[in-house]
């Protein structure tokens, strides 16, 4: 992966295991120097994995869903690396609902904490950043699902000029239904935040992106299995990461307002920009 981020401040949030300790210990190996937060204590182990990687990293057990302790871990964080120049919103669950057979109560209790941890976590991790990131530019990436495009986003990739993404097969019926409507609501919110944030803070050259994947081979997707073996075609952490990496890596001049989308089955690469939904030079002018 190579030093491209050497020098480059970065902060992911729940980085104790999964898609966010990819994402951290895959910025490290590629040079930045990295800020990490959990509501775990393991994310202390993963802590001191990444400074074995010869990098600074930095770590504070937080609950994303609580404004102080997202306003704390935030501004500890660029005390800390000295600035901040990368945000990777990551922090999210998931919990199977089923609006024909729940209970009200427990109806709410899903919808309050998966909206509190997936959106109000997001929103609260960017807000607390923003001022940081304001200084010197830099990307704010928000993670979402590849249930986006498999729930309703249209059709608006161009791969025919890319032969790894050239992804003839991407019709796809939709995911959601009794068992997402809550987890899918709260990732689209995010996908309006993106929208809105990139455009907002495109003169102060902060990108704003969302990162959605669809299966990956973490620990909470393991569990969903119960033990049996994941389908060929589900996507690694690492390889994930990778991905994350070579987005940044687009620099300054790179897209905002994209809703970058891995599936399952296709190759783990970093798709073209989306012809809609993203925003252009003339878009950018009107800001």
Known sequence: ????????????TGAAAGLGKAYAIALAQAGADV?????SDGVKAVRD????LGVTCWAKVADVAKKKQVKSFVDDAAEKLGGLDIVVANAGVVRITNPAKDAYDKAIDDFEFMMDVNLRGVYLTGRAAIPYLMKNGGDLINVTTDHIHTCGWPETHSHDDSQLCNWKDVQRAAVGGPGFDVYDASKWGIKGLTNAWARALAPHKIRVNSFGMGATATPMYLGFLGGRPPAPGVMTPEGVAGVLVDLINEGPSGRTGDCVQLWAGHPTVLPPPMLDGILCAADLART
């Open 49 to 52: 994995e990444i400074r074995g």
């Open 1 to 12: 992966m190579g030093t491209s981020l050497k020098g480059r401040r970065a902060l992911v």
């Open 35 to 39: 800020a990490i937060c959990d509501k």
